[in-house]
């Protein structure tokens, strides 16, 4: 049975690792981002370029976006030009952006309308993960439109886990987004205490991040910070992006989040300080200073 013919839409950090997963894997691919640029090493390896979204949805079955914000994903899916206007029906949608758990909802029920399946995707693991096929995927939507979709998630991530009903994805990785939140705060404030103590900070990590202390934050951004290694595995601009979207489904759960709420306010005065565009581990400047 010959592939489906997968689009692509979107090729930033993550993005374009995930699509030349899809590419090695045999899949027909097409793609669109913004930038051309950012496609041509894709191109060369066999992508088929398109030159607006409108020409991607009327020639994949599967239309796959990861791009940057709730109205980023809105103009995708919803524009005159878009995703929802163009695909034909029976194509399948994964948005694998990290967005609003009711836009996830919305898209939906619009793809239902017009013959169209969606699942919502989003991912964790960031700019390793991309580039080692190793994400977490959690998705939301029907059973049997994850089900046909699983061997694609394969060529992008080990973890893949359906969740539930449109939204679920969503919802589950705002739970991912609240825990590293926190965790990012820690992570800080040991290496911080390390120095301060006078240690050597590459032995404190060692001792620590095996034990009870040990996490992903721990293991793959404290290094970085260490080194002064600041590139976007993972924007600040997107994470607080994230927190925001967390706290407005907290609020509209009734559910207190302090902790949430630290991060978010700490992560605003790393972007007054014109990281925003830096990973999300340059939170550490706030205790180097």
């Keep these: 049975m010959s592939k489906k013919t997968i689009g692509f839409i979107g090729l930033g950090v993550m993005g374009k690792s995930m699509a030349r997963h899809l590419l090695e894997a045999g899949y027909p691919l097409t793609v669109y981002t913004r930038t051309k640029e950012k496609a041509e090493d ?8 398109k030159e ?15 791009v940057g914000f709730p109205k980023d994903v809105e103009e995708v899916y919803f524009s005159e030009n878009g995703i929802l206007a163009n ?8 948005d694998m952006t990290t967005t609003k758990p009711s836009l996830a909802e919305k898209i939906y029920e619009k793809s239902k309308e017009k013959g169209i399946s969606f699942l919502d995707a989003p991912v964790s693991g960031g700019d390793v993960g991309a580039k080692n096929g190793t994400l977490s995927i959690m998705v939301g939507g029907d059973q049997e439109t994850f089900d046909e979709c699983f061997e694609i998630f394969e060529k992008m991530g080990k973890n893949i886990v359906y969740q539930g009903k449109a939204g679920a994805g969503q919802h589950t990785k705002m739970c991912n987004q609240i825990a590293i939140a926190a965790g990012i705060i820690s992570v800080c404030e040991s290496l911080a205490y390390a120095v301060r103590a006078g240690l050597d900070p590459d032995k404190v990590l060692k001792s620590i991040s ?8 721990l293991s ?6 260490l080194s002064n290694q600041f590139e976007p595995g993972f924007y600040v601009k997107h ?17 207190d989040v302090p902790g949430l709420e630290l991060a978010r306010s700490l992560y605003e005065k790393l972007a ?15 205790w180097k200073k």
């Design 87 to 94: 695909a034909y029906p029976g194509a399948i949608c994964i």
């Design 210 to 217: 095996s034990g009870a202390a040990g996490s992903w934050s």
């Design 52 to 66: 607006s979204i409108k020409d991607l949805a009327k020639d994949a079955n599967v239309i796959i976006t990861m």
């Design 272 to 286: 007054e300080m014109g990281e925003e565009n830096s990973g999300i581990h340059a939170l550490y400047k706030l």
């Design 239 to 255: 994470f607080i992006k994230d927190m925001d979207i967390a706290l407005e489904e907290a609020r509209r759960m009734e559910l």
């Design 42 to 49: 894709l191109i060369k390896q066999g992508a088929v370029w």
């Design 220 to 225: 793959n951004y404290a290094p970085r910070m």
